[in-house]
């Protein structure tokens, strides 16, 4: 499988060290600078127009890592030149743009796989292990925090601009925790909650807070935020016999960890098991590795274009709700 990657930012970097030696085929920037130089590290060709790589007969599979108001469309010329396509979340600036992608990815028959690189975190793998085996019990709720501090000038960039993003940190960080939520708890049918501009100078928002459930009444706790100060990532999975907590992302947010609280027969002090993933983030290839599978296989990805249209369905009602309409 040959690679393009289309948006040589820091996400498309990560892409691009992912990849596996010769995968790589083109690096594609509107800033030509930047996929020059990516083009260099790598040994590839580079160009400034998306639709010329996406083109290329030398390219079966196209990464879309660009800024959020050009997801989609990318996204679209890549399916109607027929490659299978793997785009960075939240895949859409709404579940309108997610829907067109759906129905032309089915029209062209490719496979579309979202960027949630979370789900191949090696604690979120472990706890997914965990709970499968029913080592936790039925699930009962999830209470999860995700958030960092900006920086100086946060608010004039393009995240702070709905236009452009769609949205602030909901649609930022919030929708790699609204859909691990929904990954270990299932589909959400009752959305509550709000977000908010605290702090920063811009008109899309700098907190919400989440009241997820299911059918089951199964619920998700979830605040993201942007005036965190200390960055922070924090998902702690609740079953009836145990509890799951993963700390850290490794890098400025600390070292990963995964513990397990097992509830003893007595109740009482639970028996506690502690890991540690100090080796740093191997997510991005893990995900790539399967999406070639998706392929080969010709099966649905599993964190696809359903799972995004899914997380934005709940962003869009959060928003709705707070008086941020950034729909487009």
């Known amino acids: 499988m040959r690679v393009a990657i289309i948006g040589c930012g820091l996400i498309g970097q990560k892409r691009a060290k992912a990849l596996a030696s010769g995968q790589l085929t083109v690096a594609c920037d509107a800033k030509a600078d930047r996929a020059e130089a990516l083009a260099q590290t790598t040994g590839v060709a580079s160009c400034s ?8 007969k030398d390219v079966d599979v ?3 890592a660009t800024t959020n108001e050009s997801l989609a469309q990318v996204a679209l010329g890549a399916i109607d030149a027929d490659k299978h396509i793997l785009i ?14 759906i129905n032309a990815a089915a029209r062209h028959d490719v496979r579309v796989r979202v960027g949630f690189n979370h789900r191949y975190h090696p604690a979120l793998l472990k706890a997914r292990e965990i709970v499968d085996r029913g080592d936790v019990g039925d699930l009962m709720f999830i ?29 930022d960080q919030g929708v790699h925790v609204i859909d691990l939520s929904r990954w270990f708890l299932g589909d959400f049918t009752k959305v509550e909650g709000h977000a908010a501009t605290y702090f920063w100078d811009m008109p899309v928002d700098d907190n919400a ?18 005036t965190e100060w200390k960055n922070v990532f924090s998902l702690e999975i609740y079953g009836q016999t145990g509890k799951l907590a993963i700390d850290g992302l490794g890098g400025s947010y600390g070292v990963e960890k995964l513990t397990f609280y097992r509830m003893l027969p007595e109740m009482g002090p639970p028996e506690t098991t502690a890991w540690e993933f100090p080796r740093g983030d191997n997510s991005w290839a893990l995900e790539f590795a399967e999406f070639l599978e998706d392929i080969d296989e010709k099966r649905t990805p599993s964190a696809g274009l359903a799972e995004a249209r899914a997380a934005l369905e709940v962003v869009e009602k959060i928003y709705k709700a707070s008086g941020y309409d950034h729909r487009s």
């Open 88 to 101: 960075e979340k939240p895949a859409g600036r709404c579940v309108g743009e997610i829907d067109r992608l």
């Open 62 to 64: 196209v990464v879309v």
């Open 209 to 226: 807070f989440l009241l997820l459930r299911t059918a089951e009444d199964k619920t998700a706790f979830l605040h993201v935020s942007c």
């Open 49 to 56: 127009d998306w639709r010329e790589a996406v083109q290329r």
């Open 143 to 171: 209470r999860a925090r995700y958030g960092h501090g900006g920086r100086i000038g946060y608010d004039k960039e393009w995240r702070a601009n709905p236009e452009l993003s769609g949205g602030g940190e909901l649609i």
